[in-house]
């Protein structure tokens, strides 16, 4: 599920799989082919107008599309017309964010490698107990029914691997904050996903790692099918279905840590990390796209913002893991192999106390996160420690 924010209201989307019939599943395929057509017809149009000095509007190419649709591709009445209108203005807002310097320039659709998908607008569907009504197909059968009451706006049908699944769009009020006054520092990596401050720990699975021989196997498999014969597609769709299994496992545990967090925390201090350069590492470049970090703090902010509450990102420089969180002193050669954080501050309360270094740099996060919103002066001073290294930090 995703969400957005638009000026007082909320557009949260619900992913709902499909069953559809043989019959159903090739108008979707058709409806997906004519919108991708529509796409590459107007960006040829634009490029070609563009280069010979005229000013091209997606309005424009829609009219000139519309002149010749009925003549020269009849077949794209065969579905929904959604699937020839939507496009257009797809197009539009693509040159629009790409004039803002915020998108890269619209390129052609493939068959092969774009993802097959089709728009519906709020008033060209309807919506049943466990089903979906489409034009010029019917109802269609869905997993489950849409767990969101608000406005429907729209809705989209994509296809992943071998199975077809709607996004329906639904705006709704935003949710009334509560205020949640518990704060928590996390500290994530490879060895484990996130280490919090109060100690809880969370596994990194590494699902791409556990599946990584199969994947070998199957596409190894794939790459020594004769191309364009029903062997390579058969391989083609085994390859497609394990990369789909990858992905959802993945998103199952980001989806119910997040919400875990946001539920029950008002603040969140967590490193900033400059996850492009991470993943420049040729050696652990998969390793960091395996964990999916930046998912997490996509989804940890967006959770916790609209629960009201704030993310803090620490500076990625900040010396969290060879810092003592009692005292502050630091550790200065210290390596990557050293697990266990030990203080040689004589004057500490922690000295030579042994402690983890991921749970100890979390509690430098929480610290320095707190410092910065302005919660205590100073990373150490202004909090306390309980009996077991923990920061107590009273917000109320």
Known sequence: MRQKKEQNRMIRAHKIRLHPTAKQAVYFAKAAGTARFVWN????EWNQQY???????VYKLKKQFNEIRREQFPWTWEVTKNASDQPF???????????EGRAHRPRFKSKKRSRPSFYLANDQFELGDHRIWVPKLGWVNMAEKVHFVGKITGARITKTADWWFVSIQVEMPDPLSVKRPAAIGIDVGLNR?????????????A??????????????????RKPGSKNREKARRQVARLHYRIISLRDDVLHKLTTGLANCYGIIGIEDLNLKGLLKNRTLARSFSDAALGKLLSLLTTKVEQRGGQVIKVDRFFASSKTCHGCGWKW?????????????????AYYQFSQERDHNAALNILGEALRLIGLIDQVVSGTGSDEDGNLAVDLT
Do not use: I
């Open 41 to 44: 017809w107007a960006l040829a």
């Open 51 to 57: 280069e010979a000095g005229e000013k091209p509007t």
């Open 89 to 99: 203005l797809e197009l539009g807002r693509a040159f629009a964010a790409f004039f």
């Open 193 to 205: 996903l996130a280490t919090l401050s109060t100690g809880e720990e969370v596994e990194n699975q």
């Open 207 to 224: 699902f791409l790692k556990t599946a990584l021989k199969k994947l070998r196997q199957a596409n190894k498999r794939l790459h020594r």
């Open 332 to 348: 200065e050669d210290m390596q990557l192999s050293d697990r266990v954080f030990l203080c040689q501050n004589a004057h500490c």
